[in-house]
C-alpha cells in the first residue's frame, strides 16, 4: 500500500481506544453507539448503529445495524451544505480495532478498498428528463482515469491501491416500483434488489449501484439531514455496494452548492457533486471499515462542499470539464504528505 501508513497503535493507545468505545457503550446502550453520516449542507452526521460488544468481528452474513427505518445497515451520509461532521464512537466492522494505522489525516482500519476498474450502474429513479440524465451520464462517464479521481489512488489495502479507474456499466429505469413519496431506507435497497434479481444489472462486488432519484420522489431525511449516502449489503452471496443520492431540485438551499449551474439544471449539476462524493467515499470505505479519520469522517467528508479555484459567473461556476460539458464537484482529500483538499495531485 505504498507509504501510506505511518504507524501502529502503541499498546496504550488501544487500551485507551476500546475503553473510550466501552464508556460510550455503557452510556448509551449496551449495543447501541453513535455512527458517521455524509450528510447535508448544514446538517449534522450521526447514525445509529447495532453493535455487538461481545464480538468484534464483522459477518456479512449476520450483520444488523440500526438506520432510519430499523433494518438497512449502518450509511454514511453526505452531510447538507453548511453542515458539520459530528464525532462518533465507532466499533469497526472490520478486523478488530487492534488493526487502526495512521494515514495523513486520515486513518485506515484494515478493511478493503476498492481495487481494479470500479462498475458504476445508474438507476434513474422517478421522472427524469433525457436532458438531465445525459448530464449526469456524460460526468460518470469521464469520471474514472480523470486528474480529479486519481486522487483516491492515494488510498489502499493491503492488497493494493484504488486504481482511479472507473467505467460507466449499465443504467435502467424504474419509475416508482417503491412509490415516489417518502421513500426509506429500506425501499432504496428494495430498488437495488429488485435492479440485480430481474437482471438488469449483474450481481457485481466490485460494482456501486446508483438510485439517483427524479424531481418528483422524496425521501425522509433527504433535504433535512443528508443529500446522499453510500452503504452495502450482502445480496445473493455478493457484497454489494450501493448509493442513494437525491435529486437537489427539491432543496436547492441544502443540497446544490449553486443555482442553477453551469449546465442550467438545478438537478443535474447540483447531483454530480453528490455522486462523486459517495462513489470516491465506496472506493476508499466500501464496507464502511477502511479509510476515515478519527472523527468518523471519510476522504470526501474531509472536504464537503469546498470546490477550489471555479471559473465562471455567479450561479454558474464550474472547476472541471468532462466530455465537453463543465461542471462543479467538490474537493476529495488527498491522502499524501501532511493530508489537504484538492482537485487533483
Not at 478493511?111 to 445508474?122: D, E, F, Q, S
Amino acid at each position: 500500500m505504498k507509504s501510506r501508513l505511518n504507524s501502529k497503535l502503541t499498546i496504550t493507545e488501544v487500551l485507551a481506544t476500546v475503553g473510550a468505545f466501552l464508556a460510550v457503550a455503557y452510556v448509551t446502550s449496551p449495543i447501541l453507539a453513535q455512527a458517521k453520516s455524509d450528510g447535508k449542507l448544514g446538517g449534522k452526521i450521526s447514525a445509529e448503529r447495532n453493535l455487538s460488544l461481545a464480538n468484534s468481528m464483522y459477518s456479512a452474513e449476520n450483520e444488523t445495524f440500526v438506520s432510519e427505518d430499523g433494518v438497512v445497515p449502518f450509511k454514511s451520509v453526505m452531510p447538507i451544505k453548511g453542515g458539520k461532521l459530528s464525532p462518533m464512537a465507532r466499533l469497526k466492522p472490520g478486523n478488530g480495532i487492534m488493526g487502526v494505522s495512521t494515514g495523513h489525516g486520515i486513518n485506515y482500519h484494515n478493511g478493503p478498498v476498492m481495487t481494479g476498474t470500479i462498475h458504476a450502474y445508474v438507476i434513474w429513479y422517478g421522472a427524469w428528463t433525457a436532458s438531465d440524465q445525459s448530464l449526469v451520464s456524460n460526468f460518470i462517464s469521464n469520471l474514472g482515469g480523470s486528474a480529479y479521481f486519481n486522487i483516491n489512488t492515494t488510498y489502499g489495502d493491503n492488497t493494493g491501491d484504488v486504481s482511479g479507474q472507473l467505467t460507466l456499466a449499465g443504467t435502467t429505469v424504474d419509475t416508482g416500483s417503491q412509490g415516489t413519496k417518502s421513500l426509506t431506507d429500506t425501499k432504496i435497497l428494495n430498488i437495488v434488489k429488485s435492479a440485480l434479481s430481474t437482471g438488469k444489472f449483474p450481481y457485481d462486488s466490485n460494482g456501486i449501484y446508483l438510485v439517483l432519484t427524479g424531481s418528483n420522489v422524496t425521501k425522509s431525511g433527504f433535504c433535512t439531514q443528508y443529500c446522499g449516502w453510500h452503504t452495502r449489503a450482502s445480496i445473493n452471496g455478493f457484497d454489494i455496494k450501493y448509493s442513494f443520492v437525491g435529486n437537489p431540485v427539491k432543496c436547492p438551499s441544502s443540497c446544490a452548492a449553486q443555482s442553477p449551474g453551469p449546465n442550467g439544471s438545478v438537478g443535474a449539476d447540483g447531483m454530480v457533486s453528490i455522486i462523486a462524493h459517495e462513489v470516491e467515499e465506496a472506493a476508499t470505505d466500501p464496507d464502511l471499515n477502511a479509510w476515515y479519520d478519527a472523527s468518523g469522517a471519510e476522504n470526501a467528508d474531509k472536504c464537503a462542499w469546498t470546490f477550489g479555484t471555479t471559473s465562471g459567473a455567479s450561479g454558474g461556476k464550474y472547476n472541471v470539464t468532462f466530455g465537453g460539458k463543465n461542471y462543479l464537484v467538490q474537493q476529495n482529500w488527498v491522502n499524501a504528505g501532511t493530508g489537504f483538499c484538492a482537485m487533483h495531485l
